[in-house]
Every structure is written in C-alpha cells, then in structure tokens.
C-alpha cells in the first residue's frame, strides 16, 4: 500500500509508511457455528443534540414545505427512516449539561442561554415532541439527564413524567400536555462527558460515580425497567482515560447497564494511514473499556457483565464556523462536508462496532442532521444525503443477524500509532435466513485488492452482489447542487466457485458483498 495524497487541505504526506502490496490477496474463513453474538440494531442508533441546525432547521422547522402538522420536516423524517436509526440520543451531548428539561415541556418555553454551545435555546423542541418524532421515524429516544446542574430529583422527575401512566403531579403534567400514554423511554443516560473539564459541572471519578449511583437508585425508583448508562471516557486519549472507568464502575456497577465510550477521528497532518485506520483504535478503546469493566467485575465478584454504550462516534474536523453562535438561535455550528474518505473511515467504524457485537449494545453516530452528520438540509430548502450517510444505512439494513469469527489472512501496514493494521479490514453477518454480508473496507490508496472468501461452511450460498462507496477523488462530497456525486454503486455480482468467492475491491473503498 502507498500512503500517498495529503490532508484536507492538501498537504502532500510526509512519509509514505507501507510496502507495496500488488497482487495479494486477504483470505477469510468464515463458519455459521462460530458466532461472536447477535448484533443489537441499536448499535445503529443516533443522535440529536440542541446544537448548531441539528433541532431548529434540522428535524423541526415549522412552516417549512415538508413540514407536517407538528413543525417537523418531512424531507428529513424520510431520509431518517431510510437511514435506519432504531435509537436516537438527545438532548445532549455538552447541552445537557446545563439544560432543564422542565423548560421544554408545556405552554411556556423560556427562552435561555445555552452556555455549552453560546447559542440561544428558544425551547420550542422538548422532550415531548422529540419523543414524539422518534416514534413517527421509526425510533426510539434515549435521554441523557442532566448531572452537571442538577442531579438525583430532576432526573427522577423527568422519568416520572415521562414513563410514569398518571395518576401524579408529573404524569399528569404530560397527560395536561398531550401526551396521554407515556413516552416509555428505555435507555437513559447519567450525564454526558463528565470527565471532560469543559463540561459544565464536571466532576471527578469519586464525584461523578457517587452522583451516578444516587441518580441511578431513584430513576429505577420510578421506573424498574430502565436501562441506564453510566458516563466513561470522554476519549481513549483522556489522561483520566481507564482510572475514570474502573472508579466510576466500583460506584455504580450494581447500578448501571452500561458504560459509555466516545470518540471522534480525522486526518491529522496529512497521515492518511493513520486516518484509515481508525477503526484499530475503536478496537482498542472498546477492547481496554471491556477489560476494565471486567475488572472490576472480578474485584468486586460481580455476577453480571457491563455492556458498552458507544453513544457518540464520527469523522469529526474543526471548521471555521465552529465559532460564530454568540447567543444565535441556531447558529451553523460544526457543519462538516465528508467525502468520500470520510464515508470509507465511517464505514469501517461501523465494522469496528459490529466486530464487538458480544459488547456494543448500543452506539450513536454523533449526529443525525447538520451537525457532523449524514443528512444535510438548507433552511427553507432541500435536504441531501452526505457520502457517510450510504455505508451507514446499508450497514444498519444488512447488518442484523449473528456476526461470525472471521479468521484473516492478509497484508498487514504500519502507521506512527498502530502497527499491523490490515489493508483490508472486513467483518461478516449471517442473517436469519442463512444469508451472509460481508462489510469490507480497502484501505490501500492506490490498488485494488482481493478479497477471498472461504464458504465452504456454507453449501447453499451461490452468487453474489457487490456495492460499494468511493470516488476516484477520495476528497469528493455531495452537496445541495450536486447531491449524488458520492453514493453507493453497484459493482456487479460474483458466483461461488467450489466453496470460493473472489471480490474485487477498488483503492479506497468501503465495501458490501452480499452473499444468498
Ligand atoms: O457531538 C458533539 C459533542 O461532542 C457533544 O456535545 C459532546 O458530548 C462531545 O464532546
């Protein structure tokens, strides 16, 4: 493989990093009896946050011509069923921090300061109609209650007047408002990203798992069937990194369900190898969060496993308006464009998830609209796909089923973080019906590569249909003039051959390889 190209703006890679590798091929050996788990579809979940255009200008904007009779927009409640999101996170992120839920409910919407962000909140969006809105696209919310300002009685009022039927102040304060059955939200999140020190309460390990725990006994109080995740590294380069999760777990492990792992990727200086790869350092925070929830299972003779929460992952890279809210209302704020590069890494993240379907219950794309996000609207105007949006909604559509042990067999490069990272990097899903997806992502710059799948296992797989996501020009994007540049293409079908199928797969790409 050439590490060749430069970063976003160009900038020629200083060192070329890979042997080159023409002509070799990957081979992988797959069998239906040996299953790393079911995948939970929740591991395709989203995310809204009150942030930039995500809410205002993004899933809501009354008045707009798709919008139906509740403000939301059409166009974009399309592309998010097609997108195939089964959970949606909200409504923070670094919002929640500071955010009374009560604010958002009811005939009176305050407006205020949303210090995360230095926007301007108008709290025409709230938990009610949010709720409402995933359940009209085909999702379920997940709520993050806010640990920052507040603590144990406004998260345990907000499960009560969310799940509760009626009969109390609360529930009945949602009944007054519309919302006669409750909204029934299953997964709730203790905070965000209280390790990070530009959270608004932040708080140390000891403080946080204290809060945590506390939080977690009265919002089961009110609800027994609550799932609950409880917050950990903000990213595996926090100083606090593993320390904040082993101390957080010894709290609230009786507590909670699941811990929480965040991370963001982008070209940095120009090291694409790096960038393509990812995806090895999703392997190995999941892999260090797992053995550290295991831990302190084992310390403190735990009988039940934590499962992990991967509730906010992208392509993320700084843009100059990253800084122009100052008490906006819906200010543009971290409006990526991706490309076809971008949809490649994205995509390969989504192997990493899959990979570690026996932990990752549930993951968020941070974020659903706008926001570093697959979909794209103009206020007022169209809405169009981003090329992140293609790997995303296929891999969520053929990704169901039992993920299988795939052993590998392939060239191997070197990048300044991570030694051996695979130039094809790939992960197979037997669905229920005996069929078989295999994601793939070439990760060489310059050559197609062979991808050999070994089926004997599988006598009555025949043929099969390759699509895949790239651009001759890795820097590509759609965009409201030209929404299909980037999209995903079929490639033609390919036959098993004595117990053999040969794909293909061209520089650059993500990969689906559909095997009936
Ligand atoms: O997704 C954008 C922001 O990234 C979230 O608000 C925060 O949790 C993370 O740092």
Redesign the pocket.
Known sequence: MTATGGGRNGAANPQPRCARLEGVSTRIHLDPSFSVADVDPRIFGS?V?H?GRCVYTGIYEPGHPSADEHGFRGDVAALTRELDTPIIRYP????VSGYRWEDGVGPDRPVRLDL?WRAKETNAVGTDEFCAWTRRVGSEPMLAVNLGTRGVEAAADLVEYCNHPGGTLLSDRRRANGYTDPHGVRVWCLG??MD?P?QIGHKTAEEYGRLATETAKAMRLVDPSIELVACGS?GLAMATFGAWEATVLEHTYEHVDYVSL?S?YREDSGDRGAFLAAATDMDRFIESVAATADFVRAKGRHKKRIMLSYD?WNV?FPTHQDDNAEWAEAPEQ?QNTYTALDAVVVGNLLISLLRHADRVRMACL??LVN??APIMTVPGGTSWRQPTFYPFALTSAHGRGSVLHSVADGPTYSTEPYDDVPVIDQVAVCADDGSLSVFAVNRDQREPQRLELDLRAFPRLRSAAHTVVRDDDPMATNSAAEPDRVVARDRGTATVEDGSLTVVLPPLSWNLVRVT
């Not at 923070?92 to 919002?95: E, L, T, V």
């Open positions: 995310f946050e942030l923070g992120g670094n919002f995360a965000n990203e990070g530009w903000s965040h963001y906010e993320w971290v941070a974020q926001v570093i």
